[in-house]
């Protein structure tokens, strides 16, 4: 296929990086890639397949990053802002990646890019700037060692624009932690997977962009019409109320109750805390501020807190997010809600993931508890649970690589692998990635979310928890079993997962944030609402799409993620690992007695692949692949298969 | 919209052969919930220009969302407000134009500049002590609100925390009100 032009919606251009160099060229858009792989994940998945294997190390000169917007990025389609960073984890090994909102995504749109790729390494710290069309690299020797906000600040001040939009690793990217994130207009977290890590080891310091390009739309009428039909599918919605007052915040008190809300390092699933953390203690005590929304979204679930009394006073932070205040708060058995909220800050000025740091914080705390660690080995602090002064000296020590942070930067599969003592049991990871959400121990809808997606550790992939809203008969034609939707059996569950993977797959492609597209309260709203995208899509570039199309793309993206997770060495083996704390029974609160085994993983995942097409390996069959046009994929496949079958080292 | 030239409409409108009630947008932010305050979307943006103009291009609305400056220190808090037309009695910006290329709309009360006849001076951004009128980056043709005909204004349509409204006020022999603007002062 030749050079796609585009007519509307994607600029037709990626920029590409080479750090090494200092070169830079715009890439033309593939066809392909606009006809098979839609946007944002679909192409960065397949840019990781082409580009990337077994042999790259993911923080050396042969990685890429890669960002890439959407289709829909820049344009009035609600919650269209997001943004799409991907890289091979250096956390991980395998696949990684994150999904970001914030307002960089559409800005650099307007910029006249759909996309950026990042190779190489540059000799010394640099900034990227790309300014309506035209992209240079400047020296960041200046920025370099400062936190997020003030390198912020900096760059507003050196082009002086206080409008730019910027996308900035923070003190954890530069000391290569693990984990680190890339903050993108200084409150929304691309976390997940150490892609911050990837930016850092390029000694690329920050990413700013802006610009006056059109966003050219092939149908402005019935464009305009499909916008108005897609903002008021939100009104009326109960969803929308409760997200705009507690953003995902209201999952804490909504997990205690149904008894998976993570609680001193997944010993509990209850918190006699919540109450203190839970999202009517933010409004009560007069935390909450404002409103505050992604670009394009009317959802603003965002929203903007402050402490202005006490010893954390002067805290300013986005949100907080539901991840934060369960990992600063009850995984960590601490129910200070101001010190959540200063830790929040904390890390999105040093740039980490919370979900994975917060995860070492509760791992040292259940050590020490157990006396697994000794209070010499954690650097002299009291790590004990809920000391408040302890964690946020320990997330210092993370940040800067002193004492045993150095090791915990490392990630706790690695971490727990050097420390022995089966400290190994007390972590809860999927392939690496430590674990998102609720404690998986629930029930059969939720409990499989990291086992099958494809970057480890995830709530985002498969997102099946709302799935008792649908028809039984439905449930049936579609998954072959009406037992499919029930939460206290396995049968069908390959289907349906494999089912909503595929659907949501497309709204990442698409570049629409899931919290209201996908996460509807009633089941038969989200294919009102797959139906206008759909069709909003035709209206916006003039590619005429059918039913399938969403489904199948959503099917050639997760085919082409798990190649590139069988070529880097994942197997059926890899999928059966169940966290210890996971496989031993719940032992209060309303889930107790419930465990996720190995039996029922082994079972699922059996059902999965058939499901998916893969053989009894978990590698996707060469029928399956050249169904959805990926011929050379499963060639490629063959030969690595047939040369090793053993994990290739990261 | 009016074929009128300037003076012709001034002539009319302070006869009183135009409606004695005018349309602004106004800017109302709740004090009490956090929620009801302008939350820095730019859905009004994207949809006054895609209205407009049949493209998305923010930098092209003649609505714009400014922001403050950070409160205490870089990662102190900001927000977010919109600037667009009041609509004033002065009317600054046709006072300043030296080629007459405004027009006023007599079923909404605005003033409208005519594309064509814009020579691109700026003089009217200039004199707009509010700067609430902004030079198009792309057509250099002086743009502002327009209240978009006399239809529903797109940005109070999309508005999602209900911060834009249109409202009716009257006229009283010439006097136009100075809507309130800007964001909370917190």
Redesign the interface.
Known sequence: MGVYSAKGGYSGRILEVNLSTGGMEDLPLDERLVRDYVGGRGWTSRTLWDEVGPETDPLGEDAILMMVNSPFA???I?MSGRMHVAAKSPLSGILGDSNVGG?FG?YLK?AGYDGILLRGISPEPVWLWIDNGRAELRPAGHLWGK?V??V??LLKQEVGD??IKTAIIGQAGENLVRYAAIMIDRGAAAGRTGVGTVMGSKQLKAIATR???????VD?KR??DL??RA?HL?DGDPQTTDG??HGTHRLVGLFDGVGDLPSYNYRQGTFEGTEKIRAEAL?EGGY?????????????CH??S?VESGQYK?T?VGGPEFENVKGFGSLCGNDDLEAILHFN?MAN?YGMDTISLTHSLAFCMDAYDLGMLSKDELDGIDMGWGNTDAMEAMIKQITFREGIGDLLAEGLLRATAELGRNSDELIVHFKGIEDSSTDKRNDMLIGLWGLTSTRGADHLRACTSHFPNIPLDLAEELFGTKQAINPRRIDGKGALIKYNEDRVTTFDALGICKFWWWWSSRWENVNDRIRVSAEAYTALTGLEVDSEWWEESGDRIYNIERAFNCREGIRKKDDLHVPKKFQTPMETGPMKGKALTVEIVDTLMSDYYVARGWDEDGVPSRAKLESLDLGDVADELKRVVEKTNGRVPA | MSELTFEESHEVYNTGEVAQLMKIISIEESEFL????C?????CE??CS??H????????SRIQIH?T??T??????Y?DYPVLCRQCEHVYCVEACPVDCFTVNPATGSFDVIPEECISCTLCVEACPWGEIFMD??TNIAIKCDLCGDEEPQCV??C??DVLKLVEVAVDEGFRPVPAQGGMAY
């Open positions: 820049g344009t009035p609600p307002h559409a307007f936190g906000y003030e912020d600040e206080p409008y610009g006056n390009q059109d966003v050219k739309v402005p464009f305009f916008v108005q903002h939100a705009r007052m409004r909450l501020k404002r409103g505050r929304a992604c670009y394009a979204c009317n959802y603003y929203r903007s402050s002067g300013w800050m000025d | 956090p929620e009801d305050v939350v820095g979307c730019n859905l994207l949809a895609l209205f103009d049949d493209v998305v291009n923010p930098r092209r922001r400056a950070h205490g220190g870089a990662s102190g808090n927000w980056p792309q349509e999309i999602p925390s």
